[in-house]
């Protein structure tokens, strides 16, 4: 039996779901503040951040992934504990960095380029929707992708559910369905106080439909990605990298587009025009979680990181309550239960199988 990986005790699996739930939080309220809290005049450019994304997880992956490589052994009769000496240690190098390479360009490697491409996709529609919806609106309505991702794992993975999980999932859109109330009620705070004409308006219909395609390409993407590193002996961090790597393309694309007229010195100021400090916390906390939500994949599956985001609509709410005296009704509480008592259900262990199992195994 191989042993669970952990940190101080506690199992990976738990850790990445619940730090998942927390940074999703954190997302949604950054990026909506980033996005409405200043005229369009002065908005920075969602397509650079989702290029800067990619590049930073890209990165972060390949370091860790190098990490992981086992150094050659030098001699055999283990005198390298007296110390390396320089030539050795260039070896080492080069042995490492040739076999980093080998497995990012592996003969699979174009397999990634289809999540890749999807979740570029998803990651610009994830800025439309922040920018038209308020955070609550677009934190609730995109947990619809736990179904998805529902319907896409038992059609790509064979993944079977048992009527409990089912039921689970029901119980998940009804509580959904029900916070979505609260949210519609908690809305009609204005984001933007002067009135003037250079003020971000919010189009909840834009809004609606770029999340309605997220939760398509979210449940896609992260399924595929599942299949890929469930399928393969290769490394979480070499398929990242292959990931940021097939995503670069498209994330450049829409660039390369809208700055086509530009010279080489203005291209970049144009790039990074407005880009400040919620920009940046909004990538931040982006990268954070593109490399947390590959570990959820890894360790539990994709329709248990979407029971983790949606436990945080809970913790969103609450910190509303505690930060923006934000006020909590009975309809939030109803939702937020429903929402807490689906996710106990779906990870029920499958009694009767179980007992049928070990029944078997006595005979
Ligand atoms: O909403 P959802 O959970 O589908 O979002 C997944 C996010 O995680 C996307 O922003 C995607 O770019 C990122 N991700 C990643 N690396 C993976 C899987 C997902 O950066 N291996």
């Keep these: ?32 503040h980033s996005r409405v809290s200043t005229p369009p005049s002065r908005a920075y450019s969602a397509a650079t951040a989702v290029l800067v994304n990619e590049v930073l997880k890209g990165l972060i992956s390949l370091v860790i992934a190098y990490s ?9 009769d283990g005198s390298q504990a007296a110390g390396l000496s320089w030539a050795l240690k260039t070896r080492s190098l080069m042995f490492r960095m040739r076999k980093l390479g080998k497995d990012v360009f592996s ?18 529609l994830q800025y439309v929707a922040a920018s038209n919806l308020d955070a609550a609106t677009f934190q609730v309505t995109y947990q619809m992708k736990i179904l998805t991702t529902a319907g896409f794992s038992v059609l790509l993975l064979r993944k079977k559910l048992n009527s409990s999980q089912w039921l689970a999932l029901l119980f998940l859109a009804i509580g959904v369905g029900i916070v979505q109330i609260q949210a519609g009620e908690a809305r009609g705070i204005p984001t933007m106080a002067p009135a003037s ?9 834009k809004g609606f439909m770029a999340v309605a395609s997220a939760c398509f390409t979210s449940g896609l993407a992260g399924v595929y990605f599942e299949m ?28 390369l587009v809208s700055h086509a007229g530009l010279g080489a010195g203005s291209w970049f100021t144009t790039l990074f025009r407005n880009f400040g400090v919620w920009a940046w916390a909004t990538v931040a906390v982006q990268v954070f979680g593109g490399l947390i939500t590959a570990m959820v994949i890894k360790y539990s599956d994709n329709i248990l990181k979407g029971f983790a985001t949606s436990l945080s609509i809970v913790i969103s709410f609450l910190a509303s ?20 008592i689906a996710t106990w259900l779906y ?11 070990s029944a078997d195994a006595l005979v």
């Design 347 to 357: 990870n029920q262990p499958p009694k009767r199988a179980t007992a049928l199992l």
């Design 321 to 340: 309550v505690v930060l923006f005296q934000f006020k909590m009704t009975f309809t939030f509480v109803l939702g937020s239960v429903i929402v807490l």
């Design 197 to 205: 004409v250079d003020v971000h308006t919010m189009n909840a219909l």
């Design 68 to 76: 992981r490589i086992e150094s050659p052994p030098y001699s055999s």
């Design 228 to 255: 890929v590193l469930k399928n393969s002996q290769a490394d979480l961090w070499v398929r990242n990298v292959q990931l940021s790597l097939f995503s670069l393309l498209p994330a450049l694309a829409p660039i």
């Design 1 to 32: 039996v191989s042993s669970v990986p952990s940190l101080a005790g506690i199992p990976l699996k738990h850790i990445s779901l619940v730090t998942l739930a927390v940074q999703n939080s954190m997302l949604t309220l950054i990026m909506h």
């Design 107 to 124: 003969p699979d490697c174009w397999k990634l380029s289809i999540p890749a491409i999807l979740y570029v996709i998803q990651n610009n």
